[in-house]
């Protein structure tokens, strides 16, 4: 069964500080997608990346950025110089074929509070 | 991308009634899915909603309690019938442009929903 493990239920962090989001996944298929979305305090759920299995390129957007390891399953999520604004609730999500339809299966989130 | 309205935003029902949710894409979308995401939860997909043919429901949603229809390429409405308190969630309309597993899907503004 496919799984997505988000272990960090809430963190808090002062303005500026970096923080790193980890997201594990479990899957047994060679080809599947790993996402980020972000889900801020108006609940309107925002897409940030997308990743599929074999592009191991780490990604940088911005303040954003993103590292993809297949050997340890892990889609990690970093945001530097944090911000007020980057307060919400952070989902890593596969998506993988299932009986004909590409589905995702959503982690539990990550609630990140940075404080002023 | 896509713009997805849904309607109503919120609503407070009384148990043993039924609600029926719209969602409004403003483009033609291959697929649409109906999401709950219970109070500090996850996502969970109910259903994807398959134009002029019945909606595919995940493992403990039935067609009886969350009927939905599709009638075309860019509406869909979700009912969710015969309401208990533990119906109390956010209802997401989602849509992905394409049916490719590389298809980011994008999310409706939800739909807030309280039973009494």
């Known amino acids: 069964a496919q799984k997505v493990t988000q272990a960090q239920t809430e963190i808090s962090v002062v303005e500026k500080e970096d923080v790193t989001l980890d997201c594990v996944y479990e899957t047994r298929d060679t080809t599947y997608y790993l996402f980020w979305y972000k889900q801020p305090p108006s609940g309107e759920l925002v897409f940030l990346i997308r990743?599929?299995?074999?592009?191991?390129q780490n990604e940088i957007s911005g303040r954003y950025s993103w590292n993809f390891q297949k050997s340890t399953s892990s889609f990690n999520f970093t945001i530097t110089a944090s911000q007020v604004v980057d307060s919400a609730v952070y989902f890593c999500a596969l998506s993988e074929l299932t009986s004909g339809t590409y589905k995702y299966i959503f982690g539990t989130g990550t609630r990140l509070k940075v404080l002023a | 991308s896509a713009v997805i309205s849904q309607k109503p935003s919120r609503d407070i029902c009384q148990r043993g009634t039924s609600l029926t949710i719209q969602c409004q894409v403003d483009s033609q979308v291959t697929m649409m899915f109906w999401y709950r995401q219970q109070p500090g939860q996850s996502l969970t997909l109910i259903a994807t909603a398959n134009q002029g043919s019945e909606a595919t429901y995940e493992s403990g949603f039935v067609i009886d309690k969350f009927p939905i229809s599709r009638p075309n390429l860019t509406f869909s409405t979700l009912t969710v019938s015969n309401m208990s308190p533990e119906d109390s969630s956010i209802y997401l309309c989602?849509?992905?442009?394409?049916?490719?597993?590389?298809?980011?899907?994008?999310f409706g503004p939800g739909t807030r929903l309280t039973v009494t």
């Open positions: 990743r599929n299995s074999f592009d191991e």
């Open positions: 989602s849509v992905r442009t394409s049916g490719g597993a590389f298809s980011e899907q994008y």
